[in-house]
């Protein structure tokens, strides 16, 4: 309703459309107010479609122009000048960014450069020392409390500065990342370090040029004399040369810094349980998987195992020993010392995987792969969904729980290959165990433990209640509960994803809204490969050409073209209806002239062709709209009376299976029915 213009980019064409919004406003904003302004409008119009810098106060715009051979777009709409009060007041509070929109991709930004930053607090010299002395809360409170506050929400900070509120991340205590559109650290992921260097010595390099290294630059230097005059860097620092030189001497000599008492016994006490599962070799072997989020054993111990799996009975088998080497301790400080020391053991097998993937031969294979090995078509979103799912699931690794809420459900015969083909690319991290009645509790989130890539099978003939089910579980990020045998329920972040498949060959998807999360494929199983054949050198090459693509920031989730294919195959991966034919003629049937004064049983005949009489009635005009009453009572005969919400949900698939019909959009009061939700032809 407000006045605004539109206009083409120097950059803009038909095939890649650039265009600039401009919107008159009742009054000036302030710097503050124009991040959370555009974003509420953007919101309202579409918040995918805008550049995520769109909102920064300090964004110039070119004047309009075009190149010679260019197409130039201009578009103006009459109205009142856009009042910012008013959409300021659509929040609870404009200053809490927290509250503010941003569009799908803004997230994955900040998660992908977590991904990319090193870990500061392994990292060597003085900003590691810095950083391990310092978390971010502790280095704004004693180097910038006149900057930030702590907001009301927790894990977030307040720019004194600004009017708006709840503007700085935390992110696990080791980086921070600012939305105050007037903060010096603005849309920067920052340390510890960092974060007070931005903010103390940021004029020292006003004329330095930008690609001066960082160790190079006059705010770095100053930071670092800030950083090893403070007292807390020099204690962190003489704390670990002298955990250093303690741990080369307990590595020689171990043993001798065992604790005993007047008889020589070995002193039941935490100290040395703890020595004894450090230093022994025969030990060392007990990790902690944190794939599976359990205790593992990675090589040899000196009792028989089947397997890396941690059992009831390696803790009897633990205690056996240390009892007959060392002596008795009790069971309180083996429940510490071994998660303790195991845990310091922590590794990821995956990531390890990942870590040791040999370099891409840049022969392309991941775009392709369902259309080499199992016939799938060869078309863009083929292509995408196999490429989109791998690189989520090397992402999940990467960054656990980060957003991914599809599942690519490979729909063919039985026998061409769909679970031989995923779990040969989950390889040791593949299960099929997960069914559709875990989802319903915690029995599905304790079964993805441990796995990457699990197979949900036989998806046809699933009940609506089924499906609500299944979407919900593929939303979720984060599973928070109690193991069987844990002491407190904890989060576990996804580190998997989800594969899909079936034999259907009448489609299996029934609810007509809810299939944005299913990516279907056909897979006839036509393919020039067999999965079977798929060796193992071939499926690193997979997964590395997969990491280059993750690394270059390939996005999760389809754009509006692969969206718009999306919705054609999920439409045909619709549980067909046997009386769609008869629907179909019916919508295409033409209507005699007084068909709104015809009774129900005079409509009946007409359309069944059983009308009484020489002078039949012709068919002149075909419908402008219909509603499922109608084609339950006129159509399939039956009572008005009848008609249940299971029965319209049935008739709303096919709706949507024959295509063509824009669903319940409006309201209409039609001849014998009344008011009803009508379905219009598309334009």
């Given amino acids: 309703d407000f006045k605004c213009c539109i206009y083409s980019t120097h950059k803009h064409t038909p095939d890649a459309p650039r265009l600039r919004l401009i919107i008159p406003l009742k009054r000036e904003v302030t710097e503050d107010e124009y991040p959370a302004l555009g974003r509420m409008v953007a919101k309202e119009i579409g918040i995918d479609l805008f550049d995520d810098t769109t909102y920064e106060p300090s964004r110039l715009m070119y004047w309009p122009s075009t190149p010679s051979d260019g197409e130039f777009v201009f578009k103006e709409k009459d109205g009142e000048l856009l009042d910012p009060d008013i959409y300021l007041s659509k929040y609870v ?37 810095f950083c391990r002395a310092y978390n971010i809360e502790e280095a704004i409170e004693e180097f910038l409390p006149d900057v930030y506050e702590p907001s009301t929400m927790n894990g977030r900070f307040d720019y004194i500065p600004a009017d708006s509120s709840a503007g700085l991340v935390i992110y696990d205590g080791k980086f921070a990342y600012s939305h105050h559109a007037t903060d010096p650290a603005c849309g920067m992921l920052l340390n510890a370090f960092d974060l007070v260097r931005v903010h103390k010595f940021r004029e020292l390099d006003e004329k330095v040029t930008e690609n001066a290294p960082p160790s190079k630059l006059p705010s770095f230097r100053a930071m670092t004399d800030l950083a090893l005059e403070d007292e807390r860097v020099k204690e962190q620092f003489a704390e670990e040369r002298k955990a250093q030189a303690e741990k080369e001497f307990i590595d020689e000599d171990w043993e001798k810094q065992l604790e005993l008492d007047k008889t020589g016994t070995v002193k039941n006490t935490l100290r040395n349980l703890i020595l004894i599962l450090e230093n022994d070799p025969n030990l060392k072997s007990i990790v902690f998987n944190q794939l599976s989020d359990s205790l593992e054993i990675k090589g040899d111990v000196p009792w028989p195992h089947p397997s890396k799996f941690w059992r009831d009975a390696d803790d009897a088998q633990l205690i056996s020993y240390i009892d007959t080497h060392y002596g008795t301790f009790s069971a309180r400080n083996y429940d510490v010392a071994v998660a303790k020391v195991a845990d310091d053991r922590s590794y990821h097998p995956i990531r390890e995987f990942i870590e040791a993937l040999p370099e891409w031969d840049k022969v392309p294979r991941v775009d392709t792969l369902l259309i080499d090995y199992l016939g799938a078509s ?64 915690k029995t599905a989130a304790e079964k993805l433990q441990g796995y990457w890539i699990l197979e949900i099978g036989e998806l046809a003939g699933l009940k609506k209640a089924e499906v609500e089910t299944l979407r919900s579980f593929l939303s979720r990020q984060n ?56 060796e193992q050198d071939e499926i690193l090459q997979i997964w590395a050409e997969t990491l280059t693509f993750v690394k270059a920031g390939e996005k999760l989730y389809l754009d509006a073209s692969l969206e718009k294919l999306a919705k054609e ?42 009308e009484f009489g020489e002078s039949k009635r012709v068919g ?25 919400r299971v029965d319209g949900n049935e008739i709303s698939a096919i709706m949507a299976s024959i295509g063509g019909w824009t669903g319940l959009v409006k309201k209409e009061r039609i001849p014998l029915y009344g008011p009803q939700w009508v379905y219009v032809p598309k334009e």
């Fill in 620 to 644: 002149v005009w075909k419908r402008k709209s219909v509603s499922n009453m109608e084609i339950w009572c006129e159509c399939f005969g039956k009572d008005r009376a009848n008609l249940r």
């Fill in 479 to 534: 599973d928070i509960y109690r193991a069987s045998f844990g002491k407190r329920a904890t989060p576990h972040l996804r580190q998997c994803v989800f594969f899909g498949t079936t034999n259907a060959e009448k489609g299996y998807l029934r609810d007509t809204t809810g299939n944005r999360r299913f990516w279907p494929v056909k897979t006839p199983g036509n393919g020039t490969k067999k999965s079977w054949q798929l």
């Fill in 93 to 129: 509070d404009w200053r809490d960014t927290s509250m503010w929109p941003v569009s799908s991709r803004q997230s994955e930004v900040v998660q992908r450069k977590i991904t990319k930053q090193a870990d500061p607090l392994i990292k060597e010299g003085v900003i590691g020392a």
């Fill in 378 to 441: 060869d078309n863009p979103y083929v292509r995408a969904v196999t490429r989109k799912t791998l690189c989520a699931a090397i992402s999940r690794v990467l960054t656990p729980g980060i957003k991914f809420d599809s599942m690519l459900v490979l729909n063919g015969p039985q026998g061409v290959g769909k679970s031989t083909l995923i779990a040969k690319l989950g390889g040791d991290w593949f299960s099929d165990s997960l069914s559709l009645s875990d989802t319903k509790d």
């Fill in 569 to 610: 195959e999920q439409r045909e991966a619709m549980e067909s209806d046997e009386r769609e034919g008869l629907v179909r003629e019916y919508l295409d049937m033409l209507l005699p002239e007084d068909w709104d004064t015809m009774d129900l049983y005079e409509r009946r005949a007409y359309i069944n062709g059983t």
